[in-house]
């Protein structure tokens, strides 16, 4: 059943292009257009031919730190909880917890919003890859055989990981607000100010607040000890964060919704 | 008054719900108990508020009971049992963006039933707009296309709540032979809402009466209407004749209905003749399903 309902989500989502393009693909296009009006611009205005990055895998794990980006997180919140807010705006809880019962839909929405975040994530990272490769090819360099190292695959994907992460996180944070208020407004809003907050105490205070219990900041920690060597303390301090975040949101959105009344969705 | 067996469909027992906080409190059932025989059409009949929708919610898992239980075919409420339970419950809802056919598929697949897809679509009469969006659909459509969401599932049971609501006289006739051949052919169990006393009277074999979340009638249609006869009188003066009789007299048919026995008549046309009144006609009316609503809700109110 969960192969149906999980297909479910995705037909949703595939009849809803907008929100799936502007909360789950903006980003990863949004990324790769910038950086190539960036260099165009560069190119047309200063004359400099744009130069590949050195390691493609380096290039695109630091490409995946657009997960730590308010915009983008506000896109991905409307998106996760435009997934959990239909069935309340419809009134189709109706349809699917006779059926279905109470956990497997809110598994199933899960795993939709994770597939997309996994798509999301890789498109940036192979959209990435490819525009430095496009790069090294006007640069004549295609031949380098340094363009990959094997450190920066481990590197890629503990960037991949900790980003997945930072989302999943987020997303059942998100997901929990709109159950427990029945509302898309009261779970973004939120969600979106503290992601801000987050972001501009990061910017103003550097390393000091990147302990603080909130999972951009987490996700942060971790990037700065992957790429800007920072004491060991902040990945494990981030990633536990993280952990303890999706475990607390799922916890308590699963336990609102198996008791929350459905007598008007 | 409801004796329950392993047998039945559907089962509650001693069923209670309360909504709100503090003064807001309004308790939806109270001490709810009844049974739906297998194989059986089961009509639920109840003024707004008397708790049809409640019980409904409360069977399909949607809403928790404060107090009780429910049974469904002998088993306890989960997955499984409600797997056989096929649902409609108050206005029909579903995603815009989808078509009828979406719809159907995805309810199917959750029960690997997609081989009824087709079928259904012919059966509920929406076949020829099965590849339309919903946001198109009038409101008659979607009773059709909800009837056949509850049916996708092969369910061995299912429950209507209002399941004409919207739907043109055609359509009325239609679902009505519907309800009536699943029982029939398709040895269906159907649990029935629905406010057209009318068609509950014809195609249901038993009948149950809420009032005020609480079990006000219950047994088969014919037993229900057993000496429910009412007297009907035409006056010259029926404004006197309602003043003179109180709460025994309803206006009602271009005369009077009388609350009265065969045995107290000859009195009343005595009372009635000293109050001056002049009768025209005087008669005892067919009992129909709608004079045992209105005896069996008429507290409701008061």
């Known amino acids: 059943m969960m192969k149906a309902l999980i297909s479910a989500e995705l037909l949703k989502l595939r009849r809803q292009p907008a929100v799936l393009f502007w909360c789950f693909l903006a980003a990863p296009v949004s990324v790769l ?12 205005r200063f004359g400099e031919v744009p130069q590949g990055s050195a390691d493609f895998a380096i290039s695109a794990a630091r490409a995946l730190g657009i997960a730590g980006n308010p915009v983008s997180q506000l896109l991905y ?17 109706r349809n699917l917890v006779p059926r279905g019962g109470r956990f497997p839909p809110l598994v199933a929405k899960c795993a939709a919003c994770l597939l997309c975040t996994i798509v999301a994530l890789a498109l940036t990272a192979a959209g990435d890859v490819c525009f430095n490769a496009a790069l090294s090819f006007v640069a004549g360099d295609i031949q380098d055989p340094h363009a990959v190292q094997p450190d920066g695959v481990g590197v890629l994907a503990t960037s ?41 105490l990061h910017a103003y205070l550097g390393e ?5 219990p909130l999972p951009s900041l987490a996700a942060d920690a971790v990037r700065a000890w992957l790429f800007d060597s920072a004491d ?31 007598a008007s969705e | 008054m409801n004796e329950q067996h392993d047998c039945d469909a559907i089962a509650v027992s001693n069923i209670e719900k309360t909504f709100g906080w503090g003064s807001r409190t309004s308790k939806a059932l109270d001490g709810l108990t009844l049974s739906v025989p297998r194989g059986c059409v089961y009509g639920l009949l109840g003024a707004n508020g008397a708790g049809k929708s409640t019980l409904f919610r409360i069977i399909a898992g949607l809403v928790r009971p404060d107090r009780g239980a429910v049974r469904i075919f002998g088993e306890e409420p989960g997955s499984k049992s409600r797997r056989r339970l096929g649902t409609l419950i108050e206005t029909p809802t579903f995603y815009p963006y989808l078509t009828a056919r979406e719809h159907l598929e995805m309810f199917a697949g959750l029960t690997d039933t ?56 055609d359509g009325i006739l239609e679902i009505r032979s519907l309800v009536a051949d699943l029982a029939t052919r398709d040895g269906i169990t159907v649990l029935l809402s629905s406010h057209l006393l009318d068609e509950v009277e014809r195609v249901c074999d038993r009948i149950a009466i809420l009032r005020n979340g609480r079990l006000a009638a219950e047994g088969s249609v014919a037993a229900l209407l057993d000496g429910q006869g009412r007297f009907w ?51 005892w009316v067919k009992p129909d399903l709608e004079a045992v609503f209105l005896a069996e809700t008429r507290g409701e109110s008061q």
């Not at chain 1, 257009?33 to 047309?44: D, K, N, P, Q």
């Not at chain 1, 303390?233 to 975040?245: I, K, N, S």
């Open chain 1, 160 to 200: 991949f990981a900790v980003a997945l992460l930072e989302l999943s996180a987020m997303g059942l944070t998100v997901a929990t607000i709109t159950i427990a208020f029945r509302s898309m407004t009261a779970a973004i809003v939120p969600v979106f100010i503290v992601a801000v907050g987050a972001w501009v």
């Open chain 1, 232 to 262: 060991g303390r902040f990945a494990v301090a981030g990633v536990a964060t993280l952990l303890a975040w999706c475990v607390a949101a799922a916890g308590i959105g699963g336990a609102l919704f198996w008791r929350q009344p459905l």
């Open chain 2, 233 to 283: 009188l035409s006056v010259d003066r029926p404004r006197a004749v309602l003043d003179l009789l109180g709460e025994r007299a309803d206006a009602g048919g271009d005369g009077i209905f009388v609350q009265v026995g065969r045995d107290e008549v000859p009195e009343l046309i005595v009372k009635l003749t000293q109050s001056n009144v002049r009768i025209y006609e005087a008669k």
């Open chain 1, 77 to 93: 919140a409307i998106g996760v909880s435009t997934v959990f807010f239909s069935e309340y705006r419809f009134s189709t809880w």
């Open chain 1, 33 to 44: 257009g910038l950086r190539i009006a960036f260099e165009s611009v560069m190119f047309m």
């Open chain 2, 114 to 169: 997609r081989e009824l897809v087709e079928p259904v679509l012919h059966r509920v009469g929406i076949a020829s707009a099965a590849d339309k969006k919903v946001a198109g659909f009038s409101l008659g459509m979607k009773q059709r296309l909800g009837i056949g969401c509850a049916l996708i599932g092969a369910p061995d049971a299912i429950m209507l709540d209002e399941p004409t609501n919207g739907l043109d006289p």
């Open chain 1, 208 to 212: 000091a607040v990147l302990l603080l």
